[in-house]
């Protein structure tokens, strides 16, 4: 393993009303490991806004974290979703996840708003106007399924980096030659911005293969068939952890030092890759009277 030290983020998303007690309980258990940020979704088509607010005033106001919101064109006009980003401002969020977004439940694809932004393009740039965010953006390390090539996705990446964002975080993977592949296309396309690897430990594995068909990320033939004996035994944990160490490992073993943990906000599993990895909890001293 490398010896550079290796940062870690987490992405969250903001817990309904009945939720909030054990979202803030995750919150708590991963806040030791001092991730550089941790960053909040935003549901499609602006679903679940309100509370993405409400979560990252939350976690400015009562931790030490630093989150960065997400934030699409989904639904919204041009002068709507600027002034949510204001809302983000003034909330003391100084960093955004600038996607395009998915289309609202039961819409084949995505439609611009009449007065919105046609693209994630148009978003980077007006929030990159303001001076007032660090924005980081989406990357597929294999084809986006609406995408015509890699290579096309790869120019729509540094039209994105070209706009304004200083880093991009990946979908997840599964096999870390596909990132690296990634990687060293973008590398040959002349972008120079951070790529940060998302890595998904996998806590239900039908749930994951349903995610995995609909964002083109493809399953390895002895992942499916380790998963498949593992859930038919009822232990997925184990398997789950030792494979996403050693993807991760592999990772820092080519360069790697910054991991994106997607969380599905259940902390368990990432901390336990954490831990791993070497990621340990800090202590937190309290004053003695």
């Known amino acids: 393993m490398s010896a550079t030290p290796i940062r870690v983020s987490f992405e969250f998303f903001p817990p309904k009303p009945e939720a909030q007690d054990s ?45 960065a919101a997400h934030l699409t064109c989904v639904n919204a006009s041009r002068a709507e979703t600027l002034e949510i980003a204001e809302t983000y401002a003034q909330a003391g969020v100084t960093q955004i996840v600038a996607l395009r977004g998915d289309a609202p439940k039961g819409e084949a694809k995505f439609t611009a708003h009449p007065e919105g932004f046609a693209s994630s393009v148009e978003l980077i740039s007006a929030l990159a106007d303001t001076g007032k965010f660090t924005l980081r953006v989406g990357a597929y390390p294999e084809k986006h399924p609406e995408a015509s090539s890699l290579a096309a996705d790869i120019d729509w990446l540094k039209a994105k980096l070209d706009a304004g964002a200083t880093s991009a975080i990946t979908q997840f993977f599964f096999e870390a030659e596909t990132f690296f592949r990634f990687r060293d296309a973008a590398t040959r396309a002349g972008i120079t911005a951070p790529i940060i690897p998302g890595i998904l430990p996998i806590e239900n594995w039908a749930g994951a293969r349903r995610f995995a068909e609909a964002c083109g990320t493809s399953i390895p033939q002895v992942v499916s068939d380790a998963f498949e004996h593992a859930t038919r035994d009822g232990n997925t944990d184990l398997l789950a952890t030792a494979l996403a160490t050693e993807l991760c490992d592999d990772l820092i073993e080519g360069g790697v030092d910054h991991l994106h943990f997607y969380t599905l906000n259940r902390p368990e599993l990432t901390r336990d890759v954490c831990h791993a990895l070497g990621v340990s909890p800090k202590v937190r001293l309290q004053n003695v009277a």
């Open 23 to 67: 979202f803030w309980a995750t919150i708590a258990k991963l806040e030791t490991v001092n991730p550089s940020f941790v960053s909040v979704t935003y549901g499609a088509g602006g679903t679940t806004r309100d509370r993405t607010l409400d979560t990252v005033r939350r976690i400015v106001t009562e931790t030490s974290l630093s989150p």
